[in-house]
């Protein structure tokens, strides 16, 4: 593993990259319940190797929950994904949310397993 994953920052600079990412992958907006959102706007944790974007996850923080937006990597089955999905994980615990869910429709099945606590 020679990436690292942390949260990204609130700077023009970071949310720049981290929308420049989306867009390329064509999940600036997605939709969720019946209502499109802007995924920009949210949240975001980022997987970075020497510089470099290789991932980035968004998600929504409720009241007691958490669920994630968007979830993509550069490579794949290089545990980017999962690492992803493991440190939103401590931002619910941290967060102290009841239910944490990927909402994700690929590979949701394989993410299901990976956490206590699903909605």
């Known amino acids: 593993m020679n990436f690292d994953v942390r949260k990204a920052e609130q700077s023009p600079s970071e949310r720049g990259r981290v ?3 989306l867009e390329e992958r064509s999940t600036a907006r997605v939709a969720r319940l019946g209502e499109l959102v802007d995924a920009r706007e949210q949240q975001a944790l980022i997987a970075e190797e020497q510089g470099r974007l290789v991932g980035v996850l ?4 409720d009241r007691d929950s958490c669920e994630v937006l968007t979830l993509h990597v550069v490579d794949r089955w290089r545990g980017i994904g999962f690492a992803l999905l493991r440190d939103v994980e401590w931002v619910a615990r941290d967060a102290e949310c009841r ?4 909402r994700a429709e690929r590979r949701a099945d394989t993410a299901r397993p990976c956490f206590g606590y699903i909605e």
């Open 19 to 21: 929308a420049e990412f």
């Open 58 to 61: 968004t998600y929504l923080l």
């Open 99 to 102: 239910t944490s869910a990927p």
